[in-house]
């Protein structure tokens, strides 16, 4: 084997491979990538056949230069980073740069300087790492293509559709060519749980008893053979009376056996899902986790290892090796009994990379407990589960003895129609180490539940009791971190190495917020998503953007040029964009009439579009005119219109997207706040606009417009009281503190907060008076210099009541005050 100069992306992944490699190689890394398209211009000569600039990254020019004095002398320069498009562009541009610094133009089976070698391994063992190094290849031109493919594309939306965004609504936000696809599905979810109309239906349980016990319930079919809905109480009640008098009877019970499959081992959506429902932690965790557990951990005395392979895969193919070791370990841990006569196999997504494995521990002779000692909290748990999952895969089915139960109830001339179902675990196989999670409850889980006596066809039952009960049907469920990965996925939207920034970038810009961790809209996420769908009609399709996906992945398998897709792109994309340059609405100039009536002047109210989403303002506000009315107030539409359902699981437990622990609500020196209870272990912190929503708070005082209740509710700037009766009525309260402005002796002074969460105090005039106070107004003359109003203090000292007036040492203690908030942990 020749020496040489080796380039990983990570130092953790450089330290663990150089331990491999001996003596004669040295191993560098080159921090991810290095090059890419410019930040101040589009990068991309579209004229020119899509000919792409790219640029030194900066802050890597000195990454770059100790790369090329290594380099120096070198025989062989082995370029290891991850084996995937991302990783085979960065080994593309450390070549260029490692070569003569300049990008040539490839032709087709060109791979560069013959120096420069390219490894792969999708697990950092010494046995893959040593196997890697002994079948060196060249770079995939392919790969590298489809990279760029990608870049330009994200490239051209984002450069070319952000702008417009940025004239029309507001500076700051982007647009994205899938991001923009993900939150149309939350939009479009949300608008099908808004226009989503309840239906009313019952059902009937009867409780009955055999000659031996259990009691067991069974549920209402039918008459006779047909199956029949009860769409109401007098329908409900009708059949109850036809029951209460029935002579009941055994029609028929089946029972057979029924298998239970294991499931694959983890693809990277799987694993994001599975993360998500049984760890609670977020998808942007789960995978910096896994990144961790795959680049090497210290394990003792083995020093770095690789715990786990290469977590961005979607295939579940495992090498022989493993299968080998792990049907060994079942063997011998779990018996005969557990262990399928030949391996278990699972079906391949027709695109999936063939190259790759699944996601799996590096040995399964490596059980977790063994290494517990070793690793954090979150990396043992995030292991344990990949470990779980790949043994699970990999043993015999567990198995259910099912009983079916049909029944009649005959009263009269009617026979009625009953149903149960029970399971009972026969044999519990894959479920001794692992169980895949789910969503909801199923139909297995109902089965389990209902233990049944021996029954037989004919036997008599007796009656106990009868359970009519009314339900709604109900709208789809909002999506949530694992919901929307399974959709994404699904769809063919995006790949699954990409959601995790997907789902970040979407609430960063606050298009959507999380509520009790299911995702809503936000109203500028709303506006740009129906913007953007409106005048991009075949780029920010669904099927479209699938299909885009198929095409990377054909440029990859080298069954389409790059720049020909990149042509049929941009001749839709081109075609959107001069429409929507022409025809998109400008929501900064929107002035929406209303039916609310300005508090102070009494002329209409309209809505407007600020920096911060939509607001009232007094229509007869002029500009040019200093003396017309300024009046504005927030527009509650900002709250999400959250039903009792959703106030009911927001207010459920909430747990930590870092470490899985549960959230407390806190209060610091800018209001409430939720934090995690594992500080200062975990300092993860949230405002309170980000995420789950704070119940309303019901007063006994009376909205004095229309005498409903008042409640307390959480806006962006935090707290505020108003009607109960929104959005019929938008009553807002005012929090006067009892105290006169000083400085235009009109207003009153009222607590506001400003847009950072502090609290200060302003006059009720404003604009016409700025009068602006730090430090709560107190309605009590300054005994000293006469000043009209003392404030509240808070210093080293203690809190103290004090003047004002810089001029007047006016101070004394203040005994009754509350204690000073605590500061936010951050």
Not at 126 to 149: G, K, N, Y
Not at 264 to 288: E, G, H, I, N
Not at 317 to 336: D, M, Q
Not at 524 to 542: H, K, M, S, Y
Request: glycine share 6%; with cysteine; hydrophobic share 30%.
């Amino acid at each position: 084997m020749a020496k040489g100069l080796v380039i990983v992306e990570s130092p953790t992944k450089a330290k663990t491979i150089e331990k491999y490699l001996g003596k004669g190689y040295t191993v560098e890394a080159s921090l991810g990538h290095v090059k890419d398209l410019p930040k101040s211009t589009l990068g991309v000569d579209i004229d020119n056949d899509f000919e792409t600039e790219y640029v030194v990254i900066p802050g890597k020019e000195k990454v770059i230069a100790r790369l090329k004095k290594l380099a120096v002398g070198m025989d062989t320069i082995y370029l290891a980073p991850d084996p995937d498009r991302e990783g085979e562009a960065i080994a593309a541009h450390l070549a260029e740069e490692l070569g003569d610094g300049k990008k040539k133009k490839k032709k087709k089976g060109e791979n560069g300087h013959e120096r420069f070698r390219r490894v792969t391994f999708n697990e950092i063992t010494q046995r893959a790492v040593r196997e890697a190094f002994e079948h060196p290849r060249d770079i995939d031109q392919h790969l590298v293509d489809a990279q760029q493919a990608r870049r330009v594309l994200d490239r051209l939306v984002g450069y070319q559709v952000s702008p417009l965004l940025w004239d029309k609504v507001r500076r700051g936000l982007s647009a994205g060519r899938v991001q923009t696809v993900a939150l149309r599905l939350i939009v479009e979810r949300e608008r099908e749980i808004k226009a989503f109309e309840k239906k009313e239906y019952w059902t009937i349980d009867a409780h009955l008893a055999a000659a031996k016990p259990p009691a067991f319930d069974a549920r209402f079919l039918g008459k006779g053979e047909e199956k029949i809905e009860i769409p109401n109480e007098e329908e409900a009640q009708k059949i109850r009376a036809g029951l209460e008098t029935a002579e009941w009877i055994v029609r028929s019970a089946e029972k057979k056996e029924r298998r239970r499959n294991a499931t694959p081992p983890f693809t990277t959506s799987k694993l994001q899902q599975d993360a998500s429902r049984k760890l609670r932690f977020s998808v942007k965790r789960a995978m910096m986790i896994a990144q961790r557990l795959y680049e090497g951990v210290d394990i003792g005395d083995e020093g770095s290892v690789g715990l786990i392979t290469y977590m961005r895969t979607d295939s579940t193919r495992v090498a022989p090796e493993a299968l080998t070791e792990v049907r060994e370990y079942i063997g011998s841990n779990y018996g005969p009994d557990y262990l399928p006569q030949t391996p278990n196999t699972y079906k391949e997504k027709k695109d999936s990379q063939g190259a790759h494995e699944a996601i799996r521990p590096t040995s399964a002779m490596r059980h977790p407990d063994q290494i517990k000692q070793y690793l954090k909290e979150d990396e043992f748990k995030v292991y344990k589960l990949i470990w779980q999952r790949f043994v699970a895969s990999q043993i015999t089915p567990a198995v259910f003895d099912q009983t079916t139960v049909d029944i009649d109830a005959k009263s009269g001339a009617d026979t009625f129609w009953l149903r149960v179902t029970g399971s009972i675990l026969k044999f519990d196989g894959f479920l001794k180490v692992y169980e895949e999670s789910k969503e909801g409850k199923d139909e297995e889980d109902e089965e389990l539940k209902h233990k049944l006596p021996a029954l037989e066809a004919g036997q008599k039952l007796t009656l106990k009791s009868l359970n009519p009960e009314q339900h709604f049907t109900e709208p789809p469920p909002r999506y949530n971190e694992a919901s929307l990965v399974k959709e994404l996925e699904e769809r063919g939207i995006g790949r699954p190495s990409t959601y995790s920034a997907i789902l970040s970038t979407i609430q960063e810009r606050q298009y959507v917020q999380k509520l009790g961790g299911k995702f809503i809209p936000t109203e500028i996420g709303l506006v740009v998503t129906d913007l953007l769908v409106e005048n991009f009609r075949d780029i920010f399709d669904v099927q479209y953007t699938a299909r885009l996906e198929e095409e990377l992945d054909e440029i990859e398998e080298g069954k389409e040029g790059w720049t020909d897709a990149l042509a049929g792109f941009y001749k839709k994309f081109e075609k959107d964009l001069r429409y929507a340059h022409k025809h998109m609405e400008n929501i900064k100039r929107m002035e929406k009439p209303t039916d609310e009536k300005c508090e102070r002047c009494g002329s209409p109210l309209v809505i407007k579009w600020g920096k911060h989403g939509s607001f009232y303002a007094c229509s007869s506000y002029d500009k040019e005119d200093p003396n017309s009315c300024t009046f504005t107030k927030e527009n509650p539409i900002n709250l999400p219109d959250l039903d009792t359902a959703d106030v009911q699981e927001t207010t459920q437990e909430e747990y930590c997207e870092n470490c899985g622990r549960v959230m407390v609500l806190k209060r610091g020196r800018f209001g409430q706040f939720m934090a995690c209870t594992g500080y200062p272990d975990c300092k993860t912190t949230r405002r309170l606009d980000q995420g789950k929503r704070v119940p309303d708070i019901t007063l006994e005082e009376l909205c004095p417009k229309c005498q409903r209740n008042m409640v307390i509710r959480h806006g962006r700037y935090g707290e505020f009281t108003s009607c109960s009766g929104y959005p019929e009525c938008k009553y807002v309260k005012q929090n006067f503190v009892g105290v006169k402005c000083p400085l235009c002796k009109d207003g009153e002074l009222v607590e506001k907060r400003a847009r950072k969460g502090n609290t200060f105090y302003g006059c009720s005039n404003y604009p016409k008076c700025k009068f602006t106070s730090a430090h709560k107004p107190i309605a009590e003359k300054c005994p000293s210099c006469g000043s009209e109003f003392l404030v509240e203090k808070y210093l080293k000292s203690g809190p103290v009541i004090a003047c004002p007036n810089k001029e007047c040492e006016y101070e004394r203690p203040n005994e009754n005050a509350a204690p000073e908030p605590a500061t936010a942990q951050s």
